[in-house]
């Protein structure tokens, strides 16, 4: 029986050449997927302070319309935050400091309502 390090601390060479050019277009297709999904991302961002710039927190608290654009935020932050995730980048703190997610976005990260499925009858 033979054992085989694992692939961090294998030499990058020692991969088959085509390996090597599938795993750089696997890591282009990430980077290009997170880049798409941060500016999706930025324009909800915009949306919910473009709604929200007349309003005072607590009447914005009661507004439908802020309630949907912090879901679509909330929503668009989950997938950059999975996407991060997946090209080894798990620590978030200065992400969102650059990127200005206010704590309500954060706090209401996650899949929105109407992309929850239904319970099964």
């Excluded at 302070?49 to 009447?59: F, H, I």
Aim: proline share 7%; hydrophobic share 40%; aromatic share 6%.
């Amino acid at each position: 029986m033979s054992l085989r390090p694992p692939k961090r601390f294998s030499n990058s060479f020692d991969a088959d050449p085509i390996e090597r050019a599938l795993e750089h277009e696997v890591l282009a297709e990430k980077a290009s997927t997170l880049g798409r999904l941060q500016k999706r991302l930025e324009k909800a961002l915009a949306r919910l302070a473009d709604g929200t710039a007349d309003m005072a927190d607590e009447q914005a608290s009661h507004d439908p319309q802020y309630a949907r654009a912090l879901a679509e935020a909330g929503e668009a932050l989950w997938y950059v935050v999975i996407q991060r995730e997946l090209c080894g980048l798990r620590v978030n703190g200065a992400f969102y400091r650059d990127f200005q997610v206010p704590k309500a976005v954060i706090l209401a990260m996650g899949p929105t309502s109407a992309s929850k499925p239904r319970p099964v009858e």
